[in-house]
Every structure is written in structure tokens, then in C-alpha cells.
T-cell receptor, first 115, second 114 residues
């Protein structure tokens, strides 16, 4: 069964460092998302991406965050200068069609720990 | 505003018991979608079901069943004859028509003891 692959599974970084989280979507999927889950809390939407541009973003997704598909396969989330409160599990999700058609496939997550 | 409420923070049952996880949603949109996801201890999010707002027919999939009632804005999830492998956090989520954003509830942690 096709799946969404995320790397790294766990990254530890110092506050102020840049971090890039990578996602390999399911091959025929067109819509890409990042969500995050602070430990023990609910899953929160960060950003959606379609046709090489951001289609929607949350208030969490400030100037410190960026997304791109650098090579047409990977989908990346970059945090330019990490803060302690960025420590969370980051989930990539992909979907064949848009929100109206429904099923999001989530990766296994990348745990980010900021010290 | 859109919101999902899962009032049950944690539920513990003994194997073979039936258990219902509650989900109440709020939205002013008439077209929307409701989801349930399972998050086992390994951490990934596993899709269980998607329902659109025009389809109130209840659904059964093996030991899982879902009861969607627009009159009470609820989308409850029942596991029949629970098993230890059902132990996980279960999230209910809402997506409205004009957005791709899933709004999650706070989750219900289900522990099934042997």
C-alpha cells in the first residue's frame, strides 16, 4: 500500500538553528499539507500546498516557516530559526484531490526537539 | 467558527466491552466533512472514516461503527468487542467545503485492558 514517507523521524536541534523536515508524498497525489502536534495536544493545521504554491496557512505558520517542492518529489518544511515552542511532532499529509474529495494520508511524523 | 469537541479525555475498558467515543462539532457551513483518525502508540495518524454532511447513513466496518446525527451535531464512534490493539488516541476532525484544513478535536485516549 502506498504511503507518505517522512524524514527524519526525530531531530534534536539547538534554539535558533534552521531545520528542514522532508516528506515524500504518494506519487499521484496533488495536495500536500503540514500539521503539527505538540506533545499530548491536538493536531493543528499549518499549511496546505498545491500547484507549487501555498493555498492556505494558519496563524501558526509565520515568517519563520516555509514550504517548497524543490525537485518535484520531496515536499519540505523549513523552520528558519527554531524556538523552544517549535518542539512538536510534525506530520506531512497528502491527498489525491482537494478537500472536498477527502482522504488525507498522513506520514508517520517527524519529532522535533528544540533545546 | 468551526470547532470539534471530544469531551472524553480518556476511557478505559476491559477487552470485549463495547465503547463509544463521542464527537460534537460546530460549523455554520451546510457542506462539510467529518473524519475519525486513530493514533496508536507508535504515533502515526491512521484514517478510519470520512463522512459528508449530506450522508447521515450510519456506517459499519467490522467492529467499528459510526453514528452521524446532524440534529445534535454529533459523529460518534463505537467499537464493539474491544481488543487490546484498539488502544490508541482517537481524533475526530472536521473539514468545511471551502477549505482544505482539517480541524481536529483534542482526542480521546482509549485504553483496552486484557
Amino acid at each position: 500500500e502506498p504511503e507518505v514517507t517522512q524524514t527524519p523521524s526525530h531531530q534534536v536541534t539547538q534554539m535558533g538553528q534552521e531545520v528542514i523536515l522532508r516528506c515524500v508524498p504518494i506519487s499521484n497525489h496533488l495536495y500536500f499539507y503540514w500539521y503539527r502536534q505538540i506533545l499530548g495536544q491536538k493536531v493543528e493545521f499549518l499549511v496546505s500546498f498545491y500547484n507549487n504554491e501555498i493555498s492556505e496557512k494558519s496563524e501558526i505558520f509565520d515568517d519563520q516557516f516555509s514550504v517548497e517542492r524543490p525537485d518535484g518529489s520531496n515536499f519540505t518544511l523549513k523552520i528558519r530559526s527554531t524556538k523552544l515552542e517549535d518542539s512538536a511532532m510534525y506530520f506531512c499529509a497528502t491527498q489525491r484531490g482537494g478537500g472536498r474529495t477527502g482522504e488525507l494520508f498522513f506520514g508517520e511524523g517527524s519529532r522535533l526537539t528544540v533545546l | 467558527a468551526q470547532k470539534v469537541t471530544q469531551a472524553q479525555t480518556e476511557i478505559s475498558v476491559v477487552e470485549k466491552e463495547d465503547v463509544t467515543l463521542d464527537c460534537v462539532y460546530e460549523t455554520r457551513d451546510t457542506t462539510y466533512y467529518l473524519f475519525w483518525y486513530k493514533q496508536p502508540p507508535s504515533g502515526e495518524l491512521v484514517f478510519l472514516i470520512r463522512r459528508n454532511s449530506f450522508d447521515e447513513q450510519n456506517e459499519i466496518s467490522g467492529r467499528y461503527s459510526w453514528n452521524f446525527q446532524k440534529s445534535t451535531s454529533s459523529f460518534n464512534f463505537t467499537i464493539t468487542a474491544s481488543q487490546v490493539v484498539d488502544s490508541a488516541v482517537y481524533f475526530c476532525a472536521l473539514m468545511t467545503y471551502n477549505t482544505d484544513k482539517l480541524i481536529f478535536g483534542t482526542g480521546t485516549r482509549l485504553q483496552v485492558f486484557p
